[in-house]
């Protein structure tokens, strides 16, 4: 019975442990994500502005950002954001792949890769924003080498600026998720794959038949945060576009911001949010149903 009690208490002392290394994070969740999220709910079916009075005015603000135009061009710009998802999964995986090899100054290439993660969005748009300007770098080799015979400015061109923003994300999230799939490498059992060589597979055919199959959940996990991080970009688009030219790089995020901190209309600046978050409840929905159907079992 003094056993039993001992192993109760043992458990119940390991639980408060738990909860007490996790309050910090949950306290900062609650006060910075659930608060506003529960707060902005109601907002959203009011007229609530800092410069005039409040009042219940139901669905308008939804009926407004339906025939808003330049929502509906965030949205589709958005929407398009999500085009650079796979590529990001795939490089990544390719890059996980390298770098899992055991050869000399792997750790060099390792922290070069993640450089871009810790570096901040503001200075990485500074660098890409010289880059990419009519007198940048990248003008200045095209030319050199025949691709381009004019100037080209990549982020005030309309045709350009949208695909030139997601090359900078693309850019800066490969390590993030490469360090991910790194991590399901290594748990790989090693055997598996040394076997397949030894039958005769190529090192593509080890990567598309054990390597992909088992990274299955990372994949998921991955595919996932990318793709709301890919609805919801803000900081490469408000720092170097502004959303700009026109609504050429709108994306929902920085509409939204502009609606609110801008215009001060908080209530039709929460109705857009509720929608957006609608589209992204959505597409996660769709990622699990495809992640079940491949016959992985969800965390």
Do not use: H
Not at 96 to 120: C, D, E, M, W
């Amino acid at each position: 019975m003094g056993k039993k009690r001992a192993l109760g208490y043992s458990r119940y002392s390991e639980v408060q442990t738990a909860w007490l290394f996790m309050a910090p994070g949950l306290i900062l969740l609650v006060l910075f994500t659930f608060w506003p999220i529960i707060y902005s709910l109601p907002l959203a079916f009011t007229n609530y502005s800092v410069i005039g009075e409040t009042s219940f005015i139901g669905l308008d603000n939804f009926k407004r950002a339906f025939s808003d135009v330049d929502f509906i061009a965030s949205i589709k710009n958005s929407l398009l954001y999500m085009i650079i998802v796979p590529f990001i999964q795939i490089i990544s995986i390719l890059m996980a792949v390298l770098v899992n090899r055991k050869i000399a100054g792997i750790k060099f290439f390792r922290t070069a890769y993640y450089i871009p993660v810790v570096t901040s969005m503001v200075a990485v748009a500074i660098i890409w924003g010289w880059l990419m300007s009519s007198n940048g770098v990248l003008n200045y080799l095209l030319m050199s080498i025949g691709i381009i015979d004019e100037k080209v400015n990549w982020l005030s061109d309309k045709d350009t600026a949208l695909w030139s923003l997601m090359f900078i994300t693309l850019w800066k999230g490969l390590g993030y998720y490469m360090m991910i799939y790194l991590a399901g490498l290594q748990a790989i059992p090693q055997d598996c794959i040394e076997a397949a060589k030894i039958d005769g597979a190529s090192n593509f055919q080890v990567i598309r038949k054990i390597i992909v199959p088992l990274l299955k959940p990372y994949i998921f996990l991955c595919t996932l945060v990318s793709l709301m991080g890919a609805i919801r970009v803000f900081d490469e688009v408000f720092v170097l576009t502004s959303g700009g030219p026109g609504n050429a790089t709108l994306t929902s995020s920085v509409y939204i911001y502009q609606q609110g901190f801008e215009q001060f209309e908080f209530g039709y600046s929460s109705a857009l949010g509720l929608i957006v978050s609608v589209i992204i409840i959505f597409f996660s929905i769709f990622i699990f149903l495809f992640n079940k159907r491949g016959g992985v079992n969800p965390y």
